[in-house]
């Protein structure tokens, strides 16, 4: 069972435009929840996280959300740039055990020039 | 500044063949993991080490199994390789429950 789920595998966006990644999750245990992103022959790397007892949390060009009670998150990135397109992987982890993240499928982002 | 070294980084095997993916760590950090990525899957946890001498099973831990070598060293063993264990592993590490992972480039394996 995917407790962490991605629904839209792509997003293509204009440069300089925002880019809005989404994140749904099933597991209400879930307390912390980051976002990673990959470059294609190299491992993801940590972007920004979010600890549940916030409702957003920001990081330069990256800001992501927090709606506890739909038990959904987001990633914005203003303004986007060519270098960001990626793939982009939400993750979440629980407080009983926080060393087994669930992370979803990926939303693979083009940023077009 | 290596961070997480995983080798090899690619391997075909045949089935039923055996072979240990190597991750070291130089960063000092307590928990080490052990992912795998299939399409459409995202990555699942394998094994994880919260610290040394530990070593814990994760989401997908069937025919796989692990060594906490030392705080630096986790590696990972397929004693008897399947096709569906074709995939890209990757290592990861972390020094305290915040924060994010550091995780390696990965091993793209192939078991024909």
């Known amino acids: 069972d995917q407790q962490v789920k991605q629904n839209s595998p792509s997003l293509s966006v204009q440069e300089g435009r925002i880019s809005i990644l989404n994140c749904d999750y099933t597991?209400?245990?879930?307390?912390?929840f980051l976002w990673y992103k990959k470059y294609p022959a190299e491992g993801p790397t940590f972007l920004i996280s979010?600890?549940?007892?916030?409702d957003k949390n920001e990081d330069g060009r990256f800001t992501v959300f927090l709606n506890k009670s739909a038990k959904h998150l987001s990633l914005h990135i203003v303004p986007s740039q060519p270098g960001d397109s990626a793939v982009y992987f939400c993750?979440?982890?629980?407080?009983?055990?926080?060393?087994?993240?669930?992370f979803g499928a990926g939303t693979r982002l083009t940023v077009k020039p | 500044n290596a961070g997480v070294t995983q080798t090899p980084k690619f391997q075909v095997l045949k089935t039923g063949q055996s072979m240990t993916l190597q991750c070291a760590q130089d960063?000092?950090?307590?928990?080490m993991y052990w992912y795998r990525q299939d399409p459409g899957m995202g990555l699942r946890l394998i094994y994880y080490?919260?610290?040394?001498?530990?070593?814990d099973k994760g989401e997908v831990p069937n025919g796989y199994n692990v060594s906490r070598l030392n705080k630096r060293e986790f590696s990972l063993r397929l004693e008897s390789a399947a096709p569906s264990q074709t995939s890209v592993y990757f290592c990861?590490?972390?020094?305290?429950?915040?924060?994010?992972?550091?995780f390696g480039s990965g091993t793209r394996l192939t078991v024909v």
């Open positions: 960063m000092n950090h307590n928990s």
């Open positions: 080490s919260a610290s040394e001498g530990t070593t």
């Open positions: 597991n209400s245990m879930f307390d912390y």
């Open positions: 993750a979440a982890r629980g407080q009983y055990n926080n060393n087994d993240m669930r």
């Open positions: 979010i600890s549940s007892i916030k």
């Open positions: 990861a590490s972390n020094l305290s429950v915040l924060g994010g992972y550091t």
